[in-house]
């Protein structure tokens, strides 16, 4: 069983910076694949960004290419996702998954084995 939780989350205007966190615990894999997803209420979960085991690939949805970076710390068991400018369509749940052992770029959520509870994200106008 693999335990995340996430942090980091907050209300911020328009044009701010937030980082997000996500640690992981419990017996994880050495190889695993991680991502970034977003929720609204009534809508369904949608990708961000990913990252593979290597930290040698990762992927982003549209919207966000250019101002969100993925990032891991193996050592730390971390998982991040630095946001820039952001929009008030950045406003959601920001969810943490993790595939393991398992070494691709997975941009879907059914492909995530384990997730954190959420953090809260808010940006105002």
């Known amino acids: 069983q693999v335990h995340l939780v996430e942090s980091g989350g907050g209300p911020v205007q328009a044009g701010a910076s937030l980082r997000l966190s996500c640690a992981a615990s419990?017996?994880?894999?050495?190889?695993?694949?991680a991502g970034w997803f977003r929720q609204v209420p009534g809508k369904e979960r949608t990708f961000v960004a990913a990252?593979?085991?290597?930290?040698?690939?990762?992927a982003y949805e549209d919207s966000v290419k250019g101002r969100f970076i993925i990032s891991r710390d193996d050592a730390k068991k971390m998982v991040y996702l630095e946001m820039n400018s952001l929009k008030p369509e950045d406003t959601a749940v920001y969810f943490c998954?993790?595939?393991?052992?398992?070494?691709?770029?997975?941009?879907?959520?059914?492909?995530?084995?384990?997730w954190g509870q959420g953090t809260q994200v808010t940006v105002s106008s």
């Open positions: 990252i593979n085991w290597e930290a040698t690939k990762t």
């Open positions: 998954g993790v595939r393991p052992n398992n070494i691709e770029v997975h941009t879907s959520a059914v492909a995530y084995n384990y």
């Open positions: 419990g017996p994880t894999a050495e190889r695993y694949a």
